[in-house]
């Protein structure tokens, strides 16, 4: 993945705070009840959206990130977790985790090198847990007439008015012929929410393919898509997780 892109969100710091959605308490349950007991380790932790919920568990965190004004914030969020700014590709542990996760961050990590480096960071039988959130406007009518304006506007495979289905199924794991990792899973949560016009054009404005946009490219596609809102949109969020365990 372009590095550069994958450091934009530091310029739009309260926009990401305050639009982006958080996470299924349930998934944070069943993460902690699927990895052992111990020290853990997140992987481009951004505001901490997915921290708060890990931190509220006691969780022993170290938490990486990239861009020095996110850390600042997740800092603030939860002071009680260890915040080392930088990539995971330069982190060396200091310790073996018992788990490791990453939210809505997986696809900024080396392809290549992040199951090695996963793997060289987990204790034996040490989980490792990857997820995502997709937005999906409700209203097919709507989400179509908002694809059509990020098309103009050059925002196609990373729109987030993409008109295909709320998620891809993965007929298979990504780790299902790596004999590293073990006990391999994947659950997937729904639920819908209710976004005011303001917070869904800041949910626009925190996502890489709309931020590298020049500026008077992204006031007017907003503009566009304003106009089509209202006063609100219904999003169905759908969170997909991914597991797997460190073989001993």
């Known amino acids: 993945m372009d590095r550069e892109r ?9 926009q990401y705070e305050s639009a982006r959605p958080g996470y299924p308490a349930q ?13 853990v380790l997140e992987v481009g932790a951004g505001t901490g959206k ?8 006691g969780a022993d965190l170290t938490c990486i990130e ?14 009680g977790a260890r915040v080392e700014i930088g990539i ?3 982190y060396v542990p200091d310790r ?11 696809h900024w990590v080396d392809r290549e090198r992040r199951w090695d480096l996963a793997h060289a960071a987990l204790a034996p039988s040490g989980a490792v847990a990857v997820f995502w959130n997709h937005y999906v406007v409700t209203d097919p009518g709507l989400r179509s007439a908002l694809a059509a304006v990020d098309a103009r506007y050059g925002v196609t495979t990373s729109s987030l008015h993409r008109i295909d289905s709320v998620r891809a199924e993965q007929s298979e794991h990504e780790l299902a012929d790596d004999p590293r990792f073990t006990d ?27 931020r590298i946009l020049d500026p008077g490219t ?17 999003l169905t969020l759908a969170t997909d997780l991914t597991l797997a365990r460190r073989a001993r």
């Open 6 to 14: 994958s450091v934009v969100f530091g310029e739009a710091v309260d």
């Open 50 to 57: 997915a921290t708060a919920g890990f931190a509220a568990r």
């Open 218 to 234: 992204r006031n007017e596609l907003l503009r566009e898509i304003a106009a089509l809102l209202g006063d609100g949109v219904d």
């Open 66 to 79: 990239p861009d020095p004004r996110m850390a600042a914030a997740l800092t603030a969020k939860c002071p």
């Open 88 to 90: 995971f590709e330069e």
């Open 184 to 210: 391999l899973g994947q659950r997937h949560y729904t639920r819908t929410e209710r976004y005011e016009a303001g917070r869904y054009l800041d949910l626009v404005r925190s996502i890489s393919a709309y």
């Open 96 to 106: 073996a985790f018992a788990l490791l996760y990453s939210a809505q961050a997986w």
């Open 27 to 39: 998934l944070v349950t069943e993460v902690l009840d699927y990895a052992p007991p111990g020290p």
